[in-house]
């Protein structure tokens, strides 16, 4: 079937689009975005639909990303379509703590969705392929997931304002070039999807043109076909884990400060069947956490072996930020306030690092490794539960802490120095979670906010001689249970 009708077929299938609708389409001028918008605009007549390009310039690849965008521009003048260009200056998006690629993900997508609320879209259309579900079922796979993570890339997706619509889920990437030639559109290539550093990568370059050649020749319409069929059942377990809430006594209730509580009944969440249960602790869990985090199997069964006891009281930290309290077998899931010791506590304590070695803090539920190397080992991107340090500009020993009044930072990337208090407050960090968030430190200095910011002063140079190399493992973010 022609690509344009298979296109048809989709937007059909799902009632991706109303007629009328006005559609962003994002587009980057790889081949998939660039065939998803040639295909939409000739479809558009069908529906009546309005299209409205949009493309970031991330600032990653100097002239490459400028041609990326160049070549955009020309793709909207020949489909004589509107086009909206963020331009992001270089080494912005590496200043934001987290890993590069999700905080690409995460600035692309505010953008979008400050463009479609400007210009009143109700969808939003990405150009996910077949190939990209195959990869996510195989990455989610290997980490572990359940049925929700293995149901895959969803074709349609309501946001709070618009839905995301992937139009191309049902064509391969060889269909997608090859409509590519045929209409001379001559999409722009990403050396950085051709690298083996992330996962998706080594999956897309390595694992399936083996597992292709070796085992299955259609082992891409598979994997999709396997997250179809887990996308329907897991919708189904989803309903019956709404209902089974019902029977646990669930209840909910917001406190003045605005954040969520969840109280569950112990006995009646053990008396539901086990992939019922963990289903409504996830769902608990979640509303307190907020955002899209999902506790993994670990934390899940951690949860259901507490609520088993039904005498005296218990408490444990879950990730997120989130405190489970058992009280004579009622669950409550609420914020934070403290761990075993109060947060004043802990506060006032000091926890120093082996000068080379791994350190365990308990109390935070952290490993530190440090070691201490020659400056040629700096790489040239830190990741970002790392800080590497010049050993001779620190002012004192390696120790780790929470934050106290005064503590301030001269940040990578900013001028002067800013309080500690107001980057967290910038950066968004839930405030149950700002007072046991580590610190390391020399001395009184804060020299880094592991996954948050680093301070500059302390920072390798081109006269560094020795660096101190820093590794905070913390408690893992896992993926989804069942």
């Given at each position: 079937m022609p690509l344009l009708d298979k296109v048809r077929a989709e937007l059909l299938r799902h009632s991706m689009v109303q007629r009328g609708d006005r559609v962003v389409v994002a587009v980057s001028g790889g081949p998939d975005s660039v065939a998803l918008a040639h295909v939409l605009h000739r479809l558009a007549p069908e529906w009546d639909l309005s299209l409205h390009l949009f493309h970031m310039e991330h600032g990653l690849r100097g002239a490459a990303s400028q041609a990326d965008a160049a070549y955009v521009a020309r793709l909207a003048g020949r489909l004589s379509l509107p086009?909206?260009?963020?331009?992001?200056?270089?080494?912005?998006?590496?200043?934001?703590?987290?890993?590069?690629?999700?905080?690409?993900?995460?600035?692309?997508?505010?953008?979008i969705r400050r463009l479609a609320a400007t210009i009143g879209a109700q969808r939003v259309a990405t150009g996910h392929t077949r190939n990209d579900q195959a990869e996510t079922v195989l990455m989610r796979l290997l980490r572990g997931s359940g049925t929700t993570g293995l149901a895959g890339i969803p074709p349609v997706r309501a946001e709070d304002r618009f839905t995301i619509i992937r139009p191309l889920l049902g064509c391969t990437r060889t269909e997608i070039e090859e409509y590519c030639q045929i209409h001379e559109l001559?999409?722009?290539?990403?050396?950085?999807?051709?690298?083996?550093?992330?996962?998706?990568?080594?999956?897309r370059h390595e694992l399936l043109p083996y597992l292709s050649e070796h085992y299955n020749g259609a082992v891409v319409d598979n994997l999709a076909q396997v997250a179809e069929l887990l996308r329907e059942e897991d919708r189904l377990l989803t309903e019956l884990a709404l209902e089974a809430r019902t029977r646990c006594g669930w209840r909910e209730e917001q406190t003045p400060s605005g954040e969520?509580?969840?109280?569950?009944?112990?006995?009646?969440?053990?008396?539901?069947?086990?992939?019922?249960?963990?289903?409504v602790v996830r769902m608990a869990v979640q509303q307190v956490a907020g955002?899209?985090?999902?506790?993994?199997?670990?934390?899940?069964?951690?949860?259901?072996?507490?609520?088993?006891?039904?005498?005296?009281?218990?408490?444990?930290?879950?990730?997120q930020g989130v405190c489970l309290t058992v009280t004579y077998g009622r669950c409550r899931f609420a914020r934070a306030g403290g761990g075993p010791s109060t947060a004043t506590d802990l506060a006032q304590k000091l926890w120093p690092l082996?000068?080379?070695?791994?350190?365990?803090?308990?109390?935070?539920?952290?490993?530190?490794?440090?070691?201490?190397?020659?400056?040629?080992?700096?790489?040239?991107?830190?990741?970002?539960?790392?800080?590497?340090?010049?050993?001779d500009l620190l002012p004192g020993p390696l120790a780790v802490r929470l934050r106290r009044p005064g503590d301030r930072l001269w940040p990578v990337g900013m001028e002067g120095s800013k309080k500690l208090q107001d980057i967290l407050v910038d950066a968004k960090v839930p405030r149950a979670q700002r007072d046991r968030l580590p610190l390391v430190v020399a001395a009184e200095e804060v020299v880094w906010v592991p996954g948050l910011r680093r301070d500059r002063r302390f920072r390798p140079n081109a006269a560094t001689r020795t660096v101190v190399r820093v590794v905070v493992v913390r408690e893992p973010q896992e993926v989804s249970a069942e």
């Amino acid at each position: 079937m022609p690509l344009l009708d298979k296109v048809r077929a989709e937007l059909l299938r799902h009632s991706m689009v109303q007629r009328g609708d006005r559609v962003v389409v994002a587009v980057s001028g790889g081949p998939d975005s660039v065939a998803l918008a040639h295909v939409l605009h000739r479809l558009a007549p069908e529906w009546d639909l309005s299209l409205h390009l949009f493309h970031m310039e991330h600032g990653l690849r100097g002239a490459a990303s400028q041609a990326d965008a160049a070549y955009v521009a020309r793709l909207a003048g020949r489909l004589s379509l509107p086009l909206t260009t963020v331009v992001l200056q270089p080494g912005e998006l590496e200043r934001e703590p987290g890993s590069l690629e999700a905080n690409a993900r995460k600035r692309r997508y505010a953008e979008i969705r400050r463009l479609a609320a400007t210009i009143g879209a109700q969808r939003v259309a990405t150009g996910h392929t077949r190939n990209d579900q195959a990869e996510t079922v195989l990455m989610r796979l290997l980490r572990g997931s359940g049925t929700t993570g293995l149901a895959g890339i969803p074709p349609v997706r309501a946001e709070d304002r618009f839905t995301i619509i992937r139009p191309l889920l049902g064509c391969t990437r060889t269909e997608i070039e090859e409509y590519c030639q045929i209409h001379e559109l001559d999409p722009r290539l990403d050396t950085s999807n051709l690298q083996h550093d992330f996962l998706r990568n080594r999956i897309r370059h390595e694992l399936l043109p083996y597992l292709s050649e070796h085992y299955n020749g259609a082992v891409v319409d598979n994997l999709a076909q396997v997250a179809e069929l887990l996308r329907e059942e897991d919708r189904l377990l989803t309903e019956l884990a709404l209902e089974a809430r019902t029977r646990c006594g669930w209840r909910e209730e917001q406190t003045p400060s605005g954040e969520r509580v969840v109280e569950l009944d112990g006995p009646a969440l053990l008396r539901q069947p086990l992939a019922l249960a963990r289903r409504v602790v996830r769902m608990a869990v979640q509303q307190v956490a907020g955002g899209e985090y999902a506790p993994g199997l670990p934390t899940v069964s951690r949860v259901l072996d507490l609520a088993a006891r039904s005498q005296g009281s218990h408490q444990a930290h879950l990730p997120q930020g989130v405190c489970l309290t058992v009280t004579y077998g009622r669950c409550r899931f609420a914020r934070a306030g403290g761990g075993p010791s109060t947060a004043t506590d802990l506060a006032q304590k000091l926890w120093p690092l082996a000068p080379e070695g791994e350190t365990a803090i308990a109390e935070l539920g952290l490993r530190v490794l440090t070691e201490v190397l020659p400056a040629s080992a700096v790489p040239a991107r830190e990741p970002a539960n790392e800080g590497w340090f010049d050993r001779d500009l620190l002012p004192g020993p390696l120790a780790v802490r929470l934050r106290r009044p005064g503590d301030r930072l001269w940040p990578v990337g900013m001028e002067g120095s800013k309080k500690l208090q107001d980057i967290l407050v910038d950066a968004k960090v839930p405030r149950a979670q700002r007072d046991r968030l580590p610190l390391v430190v020399a001395a009184e200095e804060v020299v880094w906010v592991p996954g948050l910011r680093r301070d500059r002063r302390f920072r390798p140079n081109a006269a560094t001689r020795t660096v101190v190399r820093v590794v905070v493992v913390r408690e893992p973010q896992e993926v989804s249970a069942e």
